[in-house]
């Protein structure tokens, strides 16, 4: 089947993330992945602050940041949805539920993960051949709990070591080939120092390790990461920071910096940097912010995705 321009860009910038490609990076640990729109990110709030997240992620979103944290959502349910839209039609979206079963954590959530297009293809006299689609999924399930610990006079709600695990089936299809995958994801999560008016949270956490996958004829690694790192809140400055260095088994080393400012109760405002060692010229800015109303968040977040240009990534998520 032809395609015009349009489509062959379309697809070009597809493979980008799900094929395996080799890295041009400049690190040792640079190879080849499938399935790396596993690395694209859920959730603009964390995205804003360069998806340093690791240590204080919680709540539905914390499924694809570190299992651990979606033990310490605020109330007993919660639905996130992001989404992301690049060049043409592509799409990314993600979307998360969790529910807790005990008040010491006890928490499930399910996700799904979608990167894809669907476009008319042509031929050379700009004739209509019918329509093509490519399109990338996963299915997460992840459990996380809460341990008491840590005891202290001074600790109040975040005196647990939370862990938590997930695991993911993954498939991608283009024209032709299918592929299917599974890949497992664990962390966890603790405060290292809270007061009244101080909150400092260390974490780590492992994601997208499973059996290698093949879509063209030839094997590659999932793109698995582990990733480790702090942050500290002052809570009547309303001011957060993070610092976080992963280890991407395709990219190599990279830190992530990421700050949150709350001027007004409802209102976040969040920037960072990710310093990502990959050749995905992933490594930028980020900036964004969220509005919060009784249980419902609001953010948005810009980033620039290599290849794939200049990106807004919107969400919300509903707690009840």
Not at 26 to 48: N, V
Not at 64 to 71: C, D, K, Q, S, V
Not at 274 to 292: I, K, V
Request: contains cysteine; charged residues 15%; proline residues 3%.
């Amino acid at each position: 089947m032809a395609m015009n321009k349009k489509c062959w860009k379309l697809l070009l910038a597809l493979t980008v993330f799900s094929f395996p490609v080799e890295s041009t990076g400049a690190s040792s640990g640079a190879g080849t992945s499938a399935a790396t729109f596993l690395k694209l990110g859920a959730g603009p709030a964390e995205i804003a602050a360069a998806g340093a997240a690791t240590a204080d992620a919680a709540g539905a979103f914390a499924s694809y940041w570190n299992p651990a944290g979606i033990a310490r959502m605020a109330k007993d349910h919660e639905a996130a949805f992001s989404h992301a839209k690049w060049v043409g039609e592509l799409s990314h979206f993600y979307t998360a539920f969790a529910k807790r079963f005990s008040q010491r954590g006890g928490v499930a959530s399910f996700s799904i993960t979608r990167l894809g297009t669907s476009q008319s293809g042509y031929d050379s006299s700009n004739n209509s051949t019918g329509k093509f689609s490519t399109s990338d999924i996963a299915l997460g399930a992840a459990y996380g709990r809460g341990l008491e610990v840590f005891p202290h006079s001074n600790f109040n709600s975040e005196r647990f070591l939370y862990w938590g695990g997930g695991v993911k089936l993954i498939r991608q299809s283009v024209p032709g080939a299918n592929s299917y995958g599974v890949a497992v994801d664990g962390g966890l999560q603790t405060a290292g120092v809270e007061t009244n008016n101080i909150l400092v949270q260390v974490g780590m956490a492992a994601r997208n390790w499973g059996p290698a996958m093949s879509l063209s004829g030839e094997k590659s690694p999932l793109p698995g990461q582990i990733s480790a790192g702090g942050s500290a809140e002052i809570k009547s400055w309303g001011l957060r920071a993070a610092l976080e260095v992963k280890w991407a088994r395709d990219d190599g080393i990279g830190p992530s910096v990421g700050m949150g400012w709350s001027p007004a109760k409802p209102l976040e405002l969040r920037m960072g940097y990710r310093g990502d060692a990959g050749g995905e010229g992933m490594g930028s800015l980020t900036f964004g912010g969220g509005l919060r109303w009784q249980g419902v968040s609001l953010d948005v977040a810009m980033l620039r995705q290599g290849k794939l240009g200049d990106t807004m990534n919107l969400g919300m998520t509903y707690a009840w």
